[in-house]
């Protein structure tokens, strides 16, 4: 099955070497998820061998708390990629769990939301993927990670206030050592929340000068990501693909993409986008293309773009362009022509 890119996932370049400080051996890991060997030296792999590896992980420490405390600790930070520099070496822990959730966009599957609830900070976990939710020690080691930031940023002992988790995490006892603060299971869903005077705290590790040059590549990175996944673009991607069958509806549309209806307008109009101005976008897009092709007739390009008649595809396009399709293939053409004999 051909994966895309939000289908992969890039492994933090210290994983490896930080399973070998806790005695775990990565090929131990990798055979005990069923995958080949050369996943240890591939910085990029999917979703399902993602989990297969934390959950491999898991089992050969027995225990899923445990494990998540060991590796949380274990992480050197000297081993951090650029976006989680960035985090460390901000201003405050609250800057820095907003650069977090902020850049965590651009590493699924793991999606993160902080909100400030009176004398507190709340960070929630979901998943990029809904349908993919991830093993509950990936679930442990982001919150703890974040915790882990906090204190090394700060240099100081932080605890939290109150940590949840919707599904069971082993010895709870263990996490409570860690986090400092009474640890629920069964919750309705994962969250760490924090003392908001911790928030405050300045992180010793603060860089201006790095932030600098870090944050404006990040920012450009995140924007990049961000516009290849609109679901205004996939929805525009498919419709080209399939004007020509005919009569196009969201809920076609929504199919292919695995979404109801309901879901898939809802992220159209988050982004500022509506179904049918898309559709009038693409069928506009094409019809220019098309146009510049001679050897298409007009009733051939009005079918190509999902029209049923000529007619409906004419007053269309004078919406659009002003002109009949006719008119501006002749317009073209002219200035076309004007080009090559200047």
């Known amino acids: 099955m051909k994966t895309t890119a939000a289908d992969r996932v890039k492994l933090a370049p210290g994983f490896w070497s930080s399973l070998r400080l806790l005695g775990v051996s990565p090929q131990e890991v990798a055979r005990h998820a069923h ?11 999917t979703i399902a061998q993602y989990y297969a590896i934390w959950q491999a992980y898991v089992e050969i420490v027995g225990d899923t708390a445990t494990g998540i405390v060991k590796l949380a600790t274990a992480f050197e930070t000297a081993q951090y990629p650029p976006a989680a520099l960035a985090i460390f070496h901000a201003r405050d822990f609250r800057d820095a769990l907003t650069r977090m959730t902020r850049y965590k966009q651009m590493c699924p599957p793991e999606s993160l939301c902080l909100r400030e609830e009176g004398e507190h900070g709340v960070v929630e976990l979901d998943w990029q993927h809904a349908a993919e939710p991830g093993p ?46 009474s640890v629920r299971v069964g919750a309705s869903g994962n ?34 990501q961000r516009s290849k996944r609109k679901i205004s673009n996939k929805v525009k991607w498919i419709l080209s693909r399939c004007l020509s069958r005919g009569r196009m509806d969201i809920q076609t549309v929504a199919n292919e993409l695995g979404l ?25 897009e094409q019809a220019l293309a098309y146009l510049a092709d001679p050897s298409l007739e007009i009733k051939e390009i009005a079918f190509l773009v999902g029209y049923e008649d000529q007619n409906s595809f004419y007053r269309a396009f004078r919406s659009w362009e002003g002109e009949t399709p006719a008119n501006w293939r002749v317009m073209q053409e002219h200035w076309r022509s004007s080009l090559v004999t200047e």
């Open 35 to 45: 995958l080949p060997l050369t996943v240890i030296n591939d910085p990029v792999v």
């Open 136 to 181: 509950p020690v990936l679930v442990g080691i982001t919150l703890a990670y974040l915790l882990e930031l906090g204190r090394r940023g700060t240099g100081r002992p932080l605890t939290a206030y109150s940590v949840e988790f919707a599904h069971d995490m082993g010895n709870t006892e263990v996490l409570e050592v860690y986090f400092g603060c």
């Open 191 to 224: 969250r760490l929340t924090l003392h908001g005077s911790d928030l405050d705290r300045p992180f010793v590790s603060y860089n201006e000068e790095l932030l600098d040059i870090l944050t404006p590549a990040l920012d450009r990175s995140l924007d990049e």
């Open 260 to 284: 109801s209806d309901r879901t898939l307008q809802r992220r159209l109009t988050e982004e500022g986008a509506s179904f049918k101005q898309l559709l009038a976008q693409t069928r506009h």
